[in-house]
């Protein structure tokens, strides 16, 4: 068994023995619904077939159709889509989604791909997954790897397939089986930046329990990509201080806050952060310098915001952190002994299943319209992602301060509770 998978199955066992469940209870918990599994035969460019392996592994849907997204990468197991699978069950349930957990995969890589054996891949895998999707049923979404317009491929495909059978008002609902398409194919305003911007309404709501004030804040944010840059930017925007950001070349600190867009015209320019705190209006910044990536971990911030790479805080560096909040907005920067270790020493930490749930939370708003037939405003999905963010807080924290155990537990602790209130 994978690493991931084991911790994923070990969190569930740990949180459920501490509430006392019965051990049927967790097994289930643990134990996927289904697991699928396909040999895809695809043409190539060449003229010859090729066969790949595929996944889709449908974890728990006791509240609702199974969520979450298709990986292609070379390095896709059935543990490590099985191990994501069970995390989107805990992460939708903490988001206080109507929806359960799945994720799917195939071996490959899309890299030495051409755009037309991508295309057929990717409707061979719909053929095969057909069956056990749907609006109602289990509703994918990109993921590494995958994008808008691999979903608009499969949803042309999966329409293809229902076409004869279906009537013409439940054809247009079948859009709704896949979220992360284009705007213009029935996707959503507001999901590009829904991750970070969600990490920043919970980063919020946690401000305001502290009682401290956000414009004191000084963050770093280690990754410049959709999440660490929405992150910063948003953060930015809305008043804290981002004193330090990276991408995997490194990055740039200074003393005053830092002009994010201005370092990512910078890193279009140039191709990393690394060097541009004096480009520009950046060049403001007296006292700015480079930074190693592990460097900046151990600024001396109050706010750390890892939003690259799992586990970048462990044992090695977990005594040289110095900031009192950490968020983790990509999955699992926080080693289990980083966390424990951490913890005990007060430091406060908002784990992944929480902190990086936006955007599917921006998701099931994408489903929402297209299964009622509505179009929303970016500002109406803004407005919408906030409040679901600061309502999945406010029970966790509730949970929180009443077991004074860690933030993870509590997470785990509110989605179990809520996944079994609604057991079949
Ligand atoms: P991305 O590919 O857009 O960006 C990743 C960033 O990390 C890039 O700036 C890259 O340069 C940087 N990076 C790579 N190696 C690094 C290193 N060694 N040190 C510092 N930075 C490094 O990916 P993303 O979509 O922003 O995802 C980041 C993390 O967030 C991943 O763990 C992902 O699983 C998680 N996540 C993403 C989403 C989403 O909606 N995109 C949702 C939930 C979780």
């Known amino acids: 068994m994978n690493d991931m998978l084991k911790t994923a199955q070990n969190t569930i066992i740990k949180t459920g023995k501490a509430m006392g469940l019965a ?3 967790i097994d289930r918990l643990v134990q996927p619904d289904g697991i699928h ?12 077939n090729k066969l790949f392996t595929a ?3 449908q974890h728990n849907d006791n509240l609702g159709p199974y969520k979450g997204g298709i990986r292609f990468h070379p390095n896709v197991s059935r543990d490590e889509v099985q191990a994501l699978a069970t995390l989107m069950s805990i992460k939708c349930a903490v988001a206080g989604l109507p929806y359960g957990g799945g994720k799917g ?4 890589n899309p890299k030495e791909m051409s755009e037309g054996e991508l295309e057929r891949i990717s409707k ?3 053929r095969a997954i057909a069956s056990i999707i749907g609006p109602t049923k289990d509703v994918p979404a990109p993921d590494v790897n995958t994008n808008g317009q691999i979903m608009k491929w499969m949803l042309d495909e999966l329409i293809k397939i229902n076409k004869k059978q279906l009537k013409k008002a439940d054809l247009e609902k079948l859009k709704a089986t896949f979220t992360g398409k284009p705007v213009k194919f029935g996707g959503t305003l507001g999901r590009t930046e829904a991750t970070g911007r969600g990490g920043v309404a919970i980063t919020e709501a946690l401000l305001s329990k502290l009682k401290k004030e956000k414009s004191e804040m000084k963050v770093a944010v280690q990754g410049f990509g959709n999440v660490g840059y929405y992150f910063a930017k948003i953060a930015s925007d809305r008043g804290m201080k981002i004193v330090a950001v ?6 740039v600190t200074g003393e005053k806050s830092l002009d994010i867009e201005k370092i990512m015209n910078c890193k279009k320019e140039k191709g990393e952060v690394a060097g541009c705190y004096c480009v520009g209006g950046v060049c403001d910044i007296q006292q700015g310098k480079k930074i190693t990536n592990g460097e900046l971990l151990e600024l001396p911030v109050d706010i750390l915001v890892p939003a690259a790479l799992e586990n970048v ?3 090695e560096n977990m005594h040289k952190i110095q900031a009192r909040i950490i968020i983790e907005m990509a999955n699992g920067p926080v080693s289990e002994e980083a966390y424990d270790y951490l913890t005990k020493k007060g430091v406060l930490i908002v784990p992944d299943v929480l902190a990086n749930s936006g955007g599917v939370a921006v998701s099931y708003l994408e489903w929402f319209q297209n299964m009622k037939g509505q179009v929303w405003s970016e500002e109406k999905v803004n407005k919408k992602l906030f409040g679901m963010m600061s309502d999945a807080f406010e029970e966790i924290w509730q949970t929180y301060t009443k077991e004074k155990s860690s933030l993870k537990q509590a997470a785990f602790e509110t989605a179990i509770r809520r996944i079994i209130r609604k057991a079949k």
């Open 124 to 126: 061979e895998y719909v």
């Open 105 to 108: 995969g195939i071996i490959f």
């Open 313 to 315: 805080i462990n044992k």
């Open 55 to 57: 996944f889709r592994i």
């Open 23 to 25: 051990q049927d209870v």
């Open 246 to 251: 990276s991408d995997s070349k490194g990055g």
């Open 37 to 48: 599994e396909f040999t895809l035969q695809v043409k190539m460019d060449n003229g010859k």
